[in-house]
Nanobody, 122 residues
Framework: QVQLVESGGGLVQAGGSLRLSCAAT????????MGWYRQAPGKQRELVAD?????????RYSESAKGRFTISRDNAKNTVDLQMNSLKPEDTAVYYC??????????????WGQGTQVTVSS
């Protein structure tokens, strides 16, 4: 059973920083993409940042995340982190870790974490 376990959300003032962490556990053969999405009340879930596998993996950021957020990945530990700086009230959302995980050589599925709340006060 594969699980994505998130930590690091909370309440912070505008301009502050938070670091989110996500660990993939279970029967894992390999992990392709890992990333972070968020969903604000009344809005659709959207990509924040993701990173492909391999050393020097390709990174994508949403326009709102560019220059403020940094995604990093530890392939040996099956973890992905999101460092969020210069936070704004509009960053308030539930943040979800996501990953494409191969549990066998021929089986790949997408997985979501349970979500962690980030609240930025003005």
């Amino acid at each position: 059973q594969v699980q994505l376990v998130e930590s690091g959300g909370g309440l912070v003032q505008a301009g502050g920083s938070l670091r989110l962490s996500c660990a993939a556990t279970g029967s894992i053969f390999s992990i392709n993409n890992m990333g972070w999405y968020r969903q604000a009340p009344g809005k659709q879930r959207e990509l924040v940042a993701d990173i492909t596998s391999g050393s020097g993996g390709t990174i994508r950021y949403s326009e709102s995340a560019k220059g403020r957020f940094t995604i990093s990945r530890d392939n040996a530990k099956n973890t992905v982190d999101l460092q969020m700086n210069s936070l704004k009230p509009e960053d308030t959302a539930v943040y979800y870790c996501a990953a494409l995980i191969m549990t066998t050589l021929s089986t790949r599925n997408g997985y979501w974490g349970q979500g962690t709340q980030v609240t930025v006060s003005s």
